[in-house]
């Protein structure tokens, strides 16, 4: 072959290349929530069944705190154990209750965990801003899924609706093994005060069905009174694979989140008289999961 048939064979072959270009691949908007990292409760009303939540743990964050909560699943500590202060559009508080006897009978005690309230701003983490000049954090977003609140080189887990911390007392490094599920009105007082280790991140409606302590009282329920309580607690990965929820997650740097949170900023729907101010509370909204069947 010439070489000004060559020159014209590569032309065409180019030409039929570009005519039909590689098409890139879809960034993707769901990811499937590791399976090692729920948590299933089984709940009771005090009177029958009362449905299963899921928790997300926060290993990327609270490791320590993460790590006593898989043990103490894994032993089998918290089932049996009642949810002893409820405090309506605030707290379910669950585990002992002063005084009380864990339902082995065998008395269960653990070393105090260290504070985990703040650690330094990672620059690898996949995080998404959401609002600058918050009012108790100079930036908050969403890093994997979860409300983090950012000032002074540091970051924190916010006390949105859902979040799950590690009671304690006055002490910082007191917490050992009871547990609160935030609800309500986000509690932001006990942001950085906390050891937060996981999430709600379905069936969250269940903990609705649990009974309420009066706010006289503090919310705490005697072992008199009617009381929710965790019939089992168990890790996905001890759960037989028809017991599994398929989970996921929406990315929150993906164009389809980034287009909500620009549509809540803006307001747009002709409903809205006063469109606000542009600025979102992270607490208005989270990053929303779905069953792997829903897509």
Known sequence: MRVWQFSV?????????????????????WQEIPQQQLVYLQLHDGEKAAGRVVLQLADAFTPLTSARFRQLVQQRFYDGLPFYRVIDQFVLQAGLLEGELHPSQKPRQYPALPAEFSWPIRSNDPYTPVQSGDLLADETGFNQGFAVGRAK????????????????????????????IMQGQAPRHLDQNMNVFARVIWGSENLNLLPRGEKASGGILSAQQRRGSILSARLDTELPVAQ??????????????????????????EFYQYKGNGKLDICYLGAPVRLKSEQ
Do not use: K
Request: charge should be negative.
């Open 9 to 29: 064979v590569l032309a065409l072959v180019g030409l039929t290349l570009s005519s039909h270009p590689l098409q890139a691949e879809p960034t993707p908007v």
């Open 244 to 269: 599994q929820l398929p989970l996921q997650q929406q990315l929150t740097n993906s164009v389809d989140f980034q287009q909500m949170l620009q549509r809540r900023r803006e307001r747009v729907d």
């Open 153 to 180: 080189g540091r970051e924190w887990l916010i006390h949105c609706p859902n979040l799950v911390n590690m009671a304690r007392d006055a002490n910082p490094a007191s917490a050992t093994t009871d547990f609160a």
